[in-house]
């Protein structure tokens, strides 16, 4: 299955897409009209760090890496039985087309793909092995469609997708120290960690990706279900996104997930921009 983003018509183009700053210090992504938005960066005040905080004291140039890690293993597919999650990644590749079409356009936005399943991560944006940022559509719309690709099997490895998650950031902020960018990591996955013990065991690792860069690293998470939603295989992720300085959401794969609203963008802030 291979899609190329930028034929897919959404009706975004009778919108601004706009970052909307809460307390001027953290965004969410949203597709409300405002007037005063600049290159798709604005803001309001809520009294957060600055009270004199406005649109037009915000940089409109604010780079955004956004990182999806997403979850490829054998429950998805309904392996061993199981009711699936997400047959032939319908919620999945909705979700993240949605997405990535909605900001392709936008000057300062990359994007960044890992997927996890058995016992390895895969980076599938990527220039030769390495996993990227990428704003070239042919490596984005090759990545996406890897991932589409891929079928699903095997365990659910958190570690080494955290793992290689690291590593592509910290690649990048070697790369590119001088861009200042925000990072924002994006865990979707339908069950708990195979290659954890426990649900802290996680704290160690998403506490070192957001120690990369201080301030501007954000990991957020969601959990998918298609039909019980179960509170034990959340903890993980909630642990992730609680040290991450970022989101937590569940979401009914049989329903359709707007995800911009739920990412929390770091380092967006009257006093550092």
């Known amino acids: 299955m291979k899609i190329n983003f930028g034929k897919i018509a959404l009706g975004v ?3 601004s897409l706009v970052l909307v700053f809460q307390n001027c210090s953290n965004a969410k992504f949203t597709t409300d009209l405002d007037a005063n938005a600049l290159n798709g960066v604005t803001g309001d005040n809520n009294g957060g760090d600055d009270s004199t905080c406005r649109p037009t004291t915000v940089s409109s140039s604010k ?7 997403v979850d490829t293993s054998g429950s998805n597919a309904g392996e061993g039985g199981a009711v699936a999650t997400d047959p032939q990644k319908k919620w999945r590749s909705a979700t993240l087309s949605n997405f990535i079409s909605a900001y392709q356009g936008r000057g300062n936005f990359y994007f960044g793909m890992i997927s996890f399943q ?11 092995n ?3 940022f990428s704003q070239d559509m042919s490596v984005v719309n090759s990545g996406y469609n890897s991932f589409m690709n891929t079928a ?3 365990n659910t490895p958190y570690k080494a997708a955290l793992n290689m998650a690291r590593n592509i950031i910290s690649a990048d902020l070697t790369a590119n ?7 924002v990591v994006v865990v979707v996955s339908d069950g708990q960690a195979t290659d954890y013990r426990t649900p802290d065991d996680v704290i160690p690792d998403a506490s070192s990706i957001r120690a990369l860069a201080p301030g501007q690293v954000s990991l957020n998470t969601v ?4 039909q019980s939603f179960v509170e034990s295989q959340t903890k993980y992720l909630r642990n992730i996104s609680s040290v991450g300085g970022g989101e937590f959401l569940t979401a009914n794969s049989n329903q359709t997930l707007k995800i911009d609203d739920v990412i929390q963008v770091p380092g967006v802030s009257c006093h550092t921009l």
């Open 223 to 226: 959990y998918y279900y298609s």
């Open 152 to 154: 699903d099997s095997g």
């Open 130 to 132: 390495d996993g990227v």
């Open 118 to 128: 058995g016992v390895s991560a895969n980076a599938q944006i990527k220039v030769g």
């Open 177 to 183: 120290m001088a861009q200042q960018a925000a990072y």
């Open 13 to 15: 183009t009778f919108f």
């Open 63 to 69: 780079i955004v890496k956004v990182l999806f890690i």
